[in-house]
């Protein structure tokens, strides 16, 4: 099993930064990538940014140019650095991480969420 913690979200002006943390603990050596949704109210869940074992990453749209998605110890931690923050990024924002193993096969594991909230 894998257990995600985030932490790092908060009330921030626009144009601000924020860095988010996910810790994850557990069967770490089975997580193929890790990434971070976000869900804002009324709307649906949303991918933001993913980060593979071997580094690769991808972005929404919305977030290329102000979000940086990195990560330590192989899969041990991973991060969102939030610059240039605007109201519209006002969400719930979730870690998750995809993992696999031979006798169970893939399974995607949920942390609990931190909310950031971008207003003046």
């Known amino acids: 099993q894998v257990q995600l913690v985030e932490s790092g979200g908060g009330l921030v002006q626009p144009g601000g930064s924020l860095r988010l943390s996910c810790a994850a603990s557990g069967t770490i050596d089975s997580i193929l990538l890790m990434a971070w949704y976000r869900q804002a109210p009324g709307k649906e869940r949303e991918l933001v940014a993913r980060i593979t074992r071997s580094g690769g990453t991808d972005y929404a749209d919305s977030v290329k140019g102000r979000f940086t998605i990195s990560r330590v110890n192989a899969m041990n931690t991973a991060y969102l650095q939030m610059n240039s923050l605007i109201p519209e990024d006002t969400a719930v924002y979730y870690c998750?991480?995809?993992?696999?193993?031979?006798?169970?096969?893939?399974?995607?594991?949920w942390g609990q969420g931190t909310q950031v909230t971008v207003s003046s």
């Open positions: 998750s991480a995809v993992s696999y193993k031979l006798a169970d096969g893939s399974a995607v594991h």
